[in-house]
């Protein structure tokens, strides 16, 4: 090492590793087979409707939440495959699929806000999110608070109490890969915290675990990684999942089976991709260094961006903080009906 390379930080606990529990990699081989466990593969349902042996059995698919063999829009066995892999990779109850990653960050803003209520989100954002959120929202009576997201302490001190409903966070973000620190985002209490995780995917973090209620992705990225699938997919709590489908069916920017079978395949070598892009972009930075005059090149880099790689990767459970009143009618036989709230903390 040069001299004037500064040391390297302690290492994290290999974010491949969840401790206890199956490895990371072993998960992404293995999950997702439970409705076709006799196929190695991923199997293609390519039917839009599913043959009912009564009317009985037709009417109980269509009024139960996310049926896999009823009609596509409602779920699908092969889209529910991949689903079933991101929420064990994420260490989620359940995921819903979508066409893309603006059908799921979309899906995720309309499913759980209205008129009047409060949204807070950050600069440092796909453009296509701020658009939704600087354009659309409004037009719907929702309010958003873009806070930069790298100051600590942003978040939290933009929450309006009874008011937000929904904190959106995305890290690293594209496209500088600015940095939020999950640990400050979980701990706020009161809105659903949302973290958009495409750049990472759940091999490098896994925001649930740091007190996040949703992750989000644009598998259409590093999840899919063969760019021949649009998708995108969230993950959370088996309750917040059922009530996004309940928006999500009429929303229907449904996931397609056939892309999501290339999505659950691409999944299967995430961590062997994730590995050599991180190498990759080490050298490459290391490189850049050594060309700025900085360093010699050593072929290691420290500190990629900012203080905040130093943040740990630990496993801290948190219950997610919101909850549907008693009340609301959880979909069944019905469509969505009243508003999403917020528990006050
Ligand atoms: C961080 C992030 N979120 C969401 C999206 C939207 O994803 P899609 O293009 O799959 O709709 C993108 C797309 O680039 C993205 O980079």
Redesign the pocket.
């Known amino acids: 090492m040069a001299d004037s390379e500064p040391a390297a930080p302690a290492s994290p606990a290999s974010p491949l590793s969840s401790p206890g529990e199956l490895q990371l990699d072993t998960i992404a081989i293995r999950a997702g087979r439970t409705s076709t466990p006799e196929a190695l593969a991923p199997v293609l349902w390519a039917t839009t409707t599913f043959v009912s042996e009564s009317v009985e059995a037709a009417h109980r698919a269509a009024t139960s939440v996310a049926d896999t063999r009823f009609y596509s829009r409602y779920g699908n066995p092969t889209v529910a495959a991949f689903e079933d892999a991101v929420a064990e990779l994420e260490g989620a109850e359940a995921a819903r699929a979508y066409a ?4 799921a ?1 979309a899906g995720v803003v309309l499913g759980l806000c209205s008129s009047g209520d409060h949204i807070v989100s950050q600069r440092q954002l ?1 453009a ?2 701020q658009l939704l959120l600087q354009s659309v929202c409004p037009r719907f009576g929702i309010e958003v608070t873009f806070v930069d997201a790298t100051e600590p302490g942003a978040f939290a001190a933009a929450v309006r109490p009874g008011r937000t409903t929904l904190l959106l966070a ?1 890290t690293p973000a ?1 496209p500088k890969l600015d940095l939020v620190d999950l640990d400050e985002l979980g701990a706020i209490k009161g809105p659903v915290k949302v973290v ?1 995780s ?2 990472a995917t759940p091999m490098i973090q896994r925001p649930l675990a740091h007190g996040a209620d949703l992750v989000v992705h ?1 598998a ?2 590093g999840l899919g990684g063969h760019n021949d699938a ?3 997919v969230v993950a959370g709590s088996r309750e917040l999942i059922d009530w996004l489908w309940s928006f999500a069916v009429l929303q229907g920017a449904n996931a397609s089976p056939f892309d999501a079978m290339n999505g659950l395949r691409g999944i299967r070598t995430l961590g062997v991709r994730i590995r050599q892009q991180s190498a990759s972009a080490q050298r490459l930075a290391a490189l850049v260094r050594y060309l700025n005059g900085e360093a010699a090149f050593t072929g290691r880099v420290y500190r990629l961006y900012y203080d905040l790689d130093q943040l740990t990767y630990g496993v801290i459970p948190r219950w997610w903080r919101c909850a549907i009143p008693a009340s609301t009618p959880i979909p069944s036989a019905t469509w969505p009906s009243g508003r999403w709230r917020c528990r006050e903390a």
């Not at 893309?100 to 059908?103: E, K």
Request: net charge negative.
């Open positions: 893309s990653g603006m059908g960050v796909y296509g999110t995305e594209n958009d495409t750049f644009s259409t990225k649009s998708l995108g």
